[in-house]
């Protein structure tokens, strides 16, 4: 009877116990204290996916399908030689510097084609450095694109897009002209067609040479306004530009011919 009387009271000091932890379990242990940050001064790092890789609002292409001026060299950018009727037209693509999306270039040859693309960046610093040397002296505006209130002066910074050159008063404002091509270079066409469209030379389309009427397309190659009756007049002045720029160079210097 004893030995039943110690059993029962055992069952029943273990049924309390359990009882008792499922209604109070113990408590979790406390999470280990994060350290604070040190300041080093310094901003914190942007992920590897956002460096070197600024973003770029470019300009859109043209009606020929390019981005800026056609190709202005008569030579390749890789053999240097003349460009002959066999040239191959390229216009760049998927580039890794978006600067450079949408940009026309021509080379005397395939072979040479896969040379440049093996080292575009090479290349295309000594293609803007001959397009900065060309273009030195007929740069029409007075005024820092970006800086508006800003007149350029000797120390002027030259910025090469799309085969034409742009620019800008300082290196910040040349950033700003990096970060959204497209917007500066709608102001610099509107600046130049501004300037220059009361004393267009001709009243007819350059390349069809019908009148011009309310209806036509106005556009910019290098420093000079063109004007022309259509976009496939248009498009032709963009895919052969020299003759018809030679054409309202004429006329702007009273070659009478050229203005009929």
Do not use: W
């Amino acid at each position: 009877m004893r030995n039943l009387s110690a059993l029962a009271a055992a069952l029943l000091a273990s049924t309390a116990l359990a009882v008792s932890s499922a209604q109070n379990p113990p408590a979790a242990p406390a999470a280990p204290a994060k350290e604070a940050p040190q300041e080093t001064g310094k901003a914190p790092a942007k992920p590897e996916t956002q460096r070197g890789a600024p973003a770029s609002k470019g300009a859109k292409p043209n009606v020929a399908g390019f981005v800026g001026d056609p190709y202005p060299l008569d030579t390749c950018p890789v053999a240097g030689e003349k460009l002959g009727a066999d040239a191959v037209t390229v216009v760049l693509k998927d580039q890794k510097d978006p600067l450079q999306e949408g940009r026309q270039i021509r080379f005397c040859c395939k072979e040479c084609v896969a040379k440049f693309e093996a080292k575009p960046a090479e290349y295309i610093a000594k293609l803007d450095a001959e397009i900065i040397r060309l273009n030195a002296a007929s740069y029409p505006l007075s005024r820092c694109l970006v800086m508006e209130n800003e007149t350029l002066e000797g120390d002027a910074k030259t910025i090469v897009y799309g085969n034409r050159c742009y620019k800008a008063c300082c290196k910040k404002c040349v950033g700003s002209f990096q970060r959204n091509p497209g917007k500066f270079v709608a102001a610099y066409e509107s600046a130049v067609i501004a300037q220059q469209a009361e004393n267009y030379p001709l009243d007819t389309c350059v390349v069809s040479g019908e009148k011009i009427g309310e209806k036509h397309v106005e556009f910019v190659v290098g420093s000079k306004l063109v004007r022309a009756c259509c976009d496939d007049c248009a498009k032709k002045v963009l895919t052969n530009p020299a003759p018809y720029l030679a054409k309202i160079t004429a006329a702007s210097n009273g070659d009478a011919a050229t203005k009929k």
